[in-house]
Nanobody
């Protein structure tokens, strides 16, 4: 069975940058891959998504202007470049993949990674 494997999380100071990676180890029947995050005591939040094959990228309000999602199709990998990080970005970040019509709805994603922790200190 295939899986999604995230990497690139860590601890940075406010204003710093991190780049998350998510590699799919199998060929899925999907049209989108996305990043969600969840902080303790909060609901899971859509950060960014990309529709494969040139379908466009979408961002949550907290990510606009600071984060960029990209893909490397030949490597079955997506990336999330996070710049100007803030303490409120601290969360577990999850990669997801699925056949979706609304990227913001986590229930539409069939495949999830284990998550990678991002901690931003002030």
């Amino acid at each position: 069975q295939g899986r999604l494997v995230e990497s690139g999380g860590g601890s940075v100071q406010a204003g710093g940058s991190l780049r998350l990676s998510c590699k799919a180890s199998a060929a899925y029947s999907i049209n989108s891959m996305a990043w969600f995050r969840q902080a303790p005591g909060k609901e899971r939040e859509g950060v960014a998504a990309i529709y494969l094959g040139g379908g466009g990228a979408y961002y949550g309000d907290s990510a606009k202007g600071r984060f960029m999602i990209s893909q490397a199709p030949a490597e079955n990998t997506i990336y999330l470049q996070m710049n100007n990080l803030k303490p409120e970005d601290t969360a577990m970040y999850y990669c997801a993949a699925g056949q979706v019509t609304d990227w913001r709805l986590s229930q539409q994603y069939s495949y999830w990674g284990q998550g990678t922790q991002v901690t931003v200190s002030s």
